[in-house]
């Protein structure tokens, strides 16, 4: 039988509270998870929205394909009423980005170097040198929104969006295509949902699978929108109407971090003032639905990470007991939760939940409270896995990837800044069986054991990939310190912080567009020995000043690895400090 969820939040009712104006400082305590936004604010009041411009960019993600770059903005500070999501046009702005950086690295190896011949390369783009480096880094002025937009869209949501999540159909072959994006909205509140393309480089039987749009185009942002830039249809709002949900639950309020699992199935929101955890269930046939909330949480959930599902337990799931399992950081308690999803598949109807599983102290640093951002890194188990052979040994090939390469586990904490460092260990349970022990469950267990210092004000983490000098990508951790306006490179390999990257003010999401260079026909390109050719570029939601910061990740580009080259969009800061 499923629990039943303690409370239940009613629709909001009545008069909503009037708009205010938040001082700058509010600005960053909102923006850094330090406080609460108000709940719920009047969709009638303000203007609407700036739909060519950022405004408070929370969310940040690259399309599955990277063909688009996805956009969340807030109105933090109510401005307007909504915020935004841009779906832009990844390809035109790979291509510019990749023209700029090889301009100024040919620039800073000229022998006139020099301002002129900077001035040069940034003339490739149509912009001048950068004039108020206070502002935003990097050399050149800041490069035009509008050209990146014209193949791709723009919606109104609510305002206080935080971040941003893709689902993929995980068996396209024998599934079809589907992809759908997830933002969590504290100001409704609700957990607005998309349908995007599914562009996805898939294969199957040898023969390259059609791509799939629900819109007929190659970028696709749809949630019932009717008219460019309206706001998105109330049916794409989860979590906002009762009669959806079997249990006739609505969203709790501030719902912040989100993550969603390997399968594209079960997606848990936390909410930082409530002490509670949502599942929003993702079924591909119908609407995700609201299914369940789990309370009594440490005070304060603030980030979670879904753990990556061994493919051993994926390609025997008919016999392995194994529920999908996600962790949760606080800012009040120096814990680390573990949560697991049940589709309840043997009750009818089936009424999905979460429970909490696990409860991990975290000392590896003096207090170890008020922890922010996770990431988990599960590249080395992925590669052992891709080098296991078909056949009657790939069970216990695939059940060694598992077990001898435990998955690695990384958060920001604030109290003192630190990147805390652990593993999480997939162990097996058996049965003896007929021809010997037979595997019948599997469960996750996370230890703590270190942690390597940070500037003030860590706030997120994501895993991504530099080019090495021997021109292969190779996986760091990006630890973002929002108040001191850094991002580290931490290589777990070598156990160290490798670079330290200098933003704009207020650094809030970052997203990675990492791949093989390709022609304008979509050909791969190849060097001299017949190799792929790889590029990595991080792309960086500057909140406070509103533009998106470009930064090189290749080590053999001397001039800008490591450096925010390029600026996105006009950056304007705060209202109430101009």
């Not at 409530?274 to 005070?299: C, F, G, I, K, M």
């Not at 309840?344 to 909490?356: K, L, Y």
């Amino acid at each position: 039988m499923s629990p039943e969820p303690v409370f239940r939040r009613p629709n909001a009712a009545g008069s909503l509270p009037r708009r205010v104006r938040f001082a700058s400082a509010a600005l960053v305590l909102v923006a850094s998870g330090l406080v609460g936004a108000s709940g719920c604010f009047a969709l009638a009041d303000g203007l609407p929205p700036p739909l060519d411009a950022f405004y408070y960019p929370t969310g940040l993600v690259v399309s599955p394909g990277g063909t688009a770059l996805y956009v969340a903005n807030s109105d933090v500070d109510l401005q307007y009423n909504g915020g935004t999501v841009f779906a832009l046009d990844l390809v035109k702005l790979r291509a510019d980005t990749g023209k700029l950086r090889q301009a100024i690295v040919d620039a800073a190896a000229s022998s006139a170097g020099g301002d002129e011949a900077m001035r040069a390369a940034c003339g490739t783009l149509g912009v001048g040198r950068n004039d108020n480096t206070t502002l935003y880094p990097g050399p050149c002025a800041p490069v035009a929104l509008a050209p990146y937009q014209q193949g791709g869209k723009a919606v109104t949501i609510g305002a206080f969006a935080s971040d941003a999540v893709i689902a993929v159909k995980p068996n396209p072959c024998a599934d079809g295509r589907g992809a759908r994006l997830f933002v969590p909205v504290r100001g409704d509140p609700s957990v607005t949902y998309f349908n995007i393309t599914d562009d996805r480089e898939i294969n199957c039987d040898g023969a390259p699978l059609p791509a799939s749009s629900p819109c007929g185009a190659t970028i696709c942002l749809d949630c019932g929108v009717t008219t460019a830039g309206g706001r998105c249809a109330r049916d794409f709002l989860v979590g906002r109407d009762p009669s959806d949900s079997q249990r006739g639950l609505t969203l709790p309020v501030e719902p912040f971090g989100i993550a969603v699992d390997d399968r594209s199935e079960s997606i848990v929101v936390v909410h930082q003032t409530e002490q509670t955890a949502s599942l929003v269930v993702n079924r591909w046939e119908s609407e995700p639905v609201l299914e369940h909330y789990l309370t009594n949480l440490p005070p304060g959930p603030t980030d979670v990470a879904s753990f990556p599902i061994p493919r051993f337990i994926e390609e025997n799931r008919e016999t392995v007991d194994y529920t999908p399992a996600f962790g949760v950081s606080f800012r009040s308690t120096a814990v680390f939760d573990v949560l697991r999803y049940n589709d309840d598949g043997g009750s009818s109807p089936a009424r999905p939940f979460v429970t909490r599983n696990a409860s991990v102290r975290i000392g590896t640093t003096a207090s170890s409270t008020d922890s922010r951002g996770i990431a988990v890194d599960g590249s080395k188990r992925r590669a052992c896995e891709e080098m296991c052979p078909t056949g009657a040994v790939r069970n216990g090939c695939l059940r060694a990837c598992a077990e001898d390469n435990p998955l690695g586990i990384y958060m920001a904490n604030r109290a003192p800044a630190a990147l805390v460092i652990g593993q999480v260990e997939t162990r097996f349970t058996e049965r003896e069986g007929p021809n010997g022990p037979e595997v019948t469950g599997a469960f996750e267990e996370v230890t703590f054991h270190d942690s390597v210092p940070l500037a003030f004000g860590a706030s997120r983490v994501k895993m991504g990939q530099i080019i090495g000098k021997d021109g292969l990508p190779a996986w760091r951790v990006f630890a973002v310190t929002y108040d001191s306006g850094i991002v580290f490179s931490y290589d777990p390999a070598s156990r160290r912080v490798d670079n330290v990257i200098k933003t704009g003010r207020g650094p809030h999401a970052l997203a990675f567009d990492t791949e093989r260079v390709r022609d304008e026909a979509g050909n791969l390109v190849l060097d001299a020995e017949g190799k792929p050719i790889w590029y990595s570029t991080m792309y960086v939601a500057q909140f406070t000043d509103s533009y998106v910061g470009v930064v090189d990740l290749d080590m053999r580009n001397q001039a800008t690895f490591g450096a925010l080259y390029m600026t996105l969009g006009q950056p304007v800061p705060p209202k109430e400090s101009q």
